[in-house]
């Protein structure tokens, strides 16, 4: 729920319109109680115009936010349009969770209910009242239109570097290395030593033949696992349960999506079999998109799509597709430091009750470099930078790992090969490719690994 909300428009505005209610009837009856006792000094800096003025002002004030608003709007429906359609869809979730777009929202609303609620008790003394003039509520009311005007400045600003490309793409990576830094811990050792976390180098134990198959109740992206119910149910029926699918998959409902069996040989009771698959579909979740609660692939996933859409005949940016291959890197050698592969959650005996399915290096790497190799075939420049982030994933990778980075060293000389290219453009690229060869020995440049 917390993940759904936070890449939503709506929630911060709207709190900060119930804010507003409650400060546009509050504040004007703390104004009639001390209006008569406050200091004089105070007062000068309050509004000091008439119950007609105070209307006047609290009324330019309300019709001025919602112009503001809808401006706001629409300019943000734009600029979601633009990223949808120039870089990926998967790039939605970055502008609708971003911060400054939803308090600048919920400031302009704010603003706007503030004055409409504090309109209602402004009296002009007709027909036999006293006249009444919230000194304070109008003086608020002022301030937060100038700090309304101040954040639309600030919001263009931050509207005009968000929709630039290399700030999508610095923003997809600082996300996904949160996401890394969350989910998969550190491993120096890449030998086969277990990690703190549970996650072993040992083969997962694979289901037999007649284990019972589990399902999802819903259709959707695998968003998220819920481990401990995962784990609870697991030892409760003594089980072994595997789960073949990762985040970022899509599920379908009634279709198998992992595996159980009894732990101790013994076939599962019809009860336990009902109690096992219910509680196992509802620790496996779904949702409408992808995204990167519990999905380390998905900063790359957008990458690449940023990738293989400039590299579209449409839009032709070769340059921009070399720029995400450079973030790819990055991200590719910070996971090749993490435990990647299935995850084995263990009981208190450290006995291993839970298989989940988590993407190895062959999978990452093949999610980064497959699409941009097949669509920028005939581009020299992002064939070059393919063969960059082979080096480059080379010297960062250990040599247990080494096998996934040389089967992409292949794909990429057989790519260069078919391809009808200028003798020094060939010349180049079979030069970076060998440059990997080397990095794969652990040399760069010719200078030996310090």
């Known amino acids: 729920m917390r993940e759904r909300l936070r890449a939503q428009l709506w929630p911060l505005p709207t709190l900060g319109v119930a804010l ?6 509050g504040l ?10 406050m200091p004089p ?13 105070a209307r006047s002002v609290l009324a330019a004030i309300a019709g001025s936010m919602v112009t503001v ?5 629409s300019l943000t429906v734009v600029t979601l349009q633009l990223a949808s359609s120039q870089f990926s869809p998967r790039l939605l979730r970055t502008f609708t969770a971003d911060r400054y777009v939803q308090a600048t929202l919920a400031l302009f609303l704010a603003t706007f209910t503030f004055a409409l609620t504090v309109l209602r ?6 027909d036999g ?12 009311a002022f301030v937060l239109t100038l700090a309304s005007v101040l954040a639309l400045v600030l919001f263009l600003s931050h509207l005009a570097r968000e929709i630039r490309i290399e700030t999508m793409m610095s923003s997809v990576l600082s996300a996904a290395d949160r996401t890394i830094h969350r989910l998969l811990p550190e491993n120096p050792d890449l030998t086969g030593e277990s990690s703190a976390r549970g996650v072993s180098a040992a083969a997962p134990p694979e289901p037999p033949a007649n284990a019972l198959t589990l399902a999802v109740g819903a259709s959707g992206f695998l968003t998220s696992v819920d481990e401990a119910a995962l784990l609870k149910a697991a030892v409760e029926a003594d089980a072994l349960v595997h789960i073949d699918r990762q985040p970022g998959s899509s599920l379908i409902a009634d279709t198998p999506v992992g595996a159980a069996w009894p732990r101790a040989g013994r076939p599962f009771t019809p009860g336990t079999r009902e109690r096992l698959a219910e509680e196992v579909s509802q620790a496996v979740r779904t949702g409408d998109e992808r995204t990167d609660l519990q999905d380390v692939a998905f900063g790359l996933r957008q990458l690449t799509d940023i990738a293989a859409k400039a590299l579209s005949p449409g839009i032709n940016d070769p340059t921009t597709a070399v720029h995400a291959l450079s973030h ?26 839970v298989v989940l399915r988590r993407p190895d290096l062959q999978d990452l790497l093949d999610l980064a470099v497959d699409q941009p190799l097949r669509y920028g075939a005939a581009e020299p420049a992002v064939l070059a930078r393919i063969a960059m982030l082979l080096r480059e994933l080379a010297w960062c990778t250990a040599p247990a790992r080494h096998k996934p980075v040389a089967a992409a060293l292949a794909r990429l000389r057989s790519t260069i090969d078919a391809q009808d290219l200028h003798a020094s453009e060939r010349l180049r690229l079979t030069e970076l490719a060998a440059h990997v060869d080397e990095a794969l020995t652990g040399r760069w440049a010719h200078a030996p690994r310090g």
Do not use: K, M, N
């Not at 507003?20 to 009837?25: E, L, Q, Y």
């Not at 590719?332 to 009981?347: K, Q, T, V």
């Open 20 to 25: 507003a209610i409650v400060a546009g009837v």
């Open 28 to 37: 004007p009856v703390l104004d009639g109680r001390t209006q008569h006792d």
């Open 41 to 53: 000094w105070l007062r000068a800096y309050l509004f000091g115009g008439s119950p007609d003025a």
């Open 69 to 73: 608003t809808a401006l706001t709007f």
């Open 121 to 126: 008790t402004v009296r002009t003394g007709e």
């Open 129 to 140: 009242r006293t006249g009444f003039v919230p000194q304070t509520s109008v003086t608020v």
């Open 328 to 353: 790819s890197s990055a991200l590719l050698c910070e996971l090749a430091g993490r435990d990647l592969g299935p995850r084995l959650l263990r009981d208190e005996h450290q006995q291993v009750r």
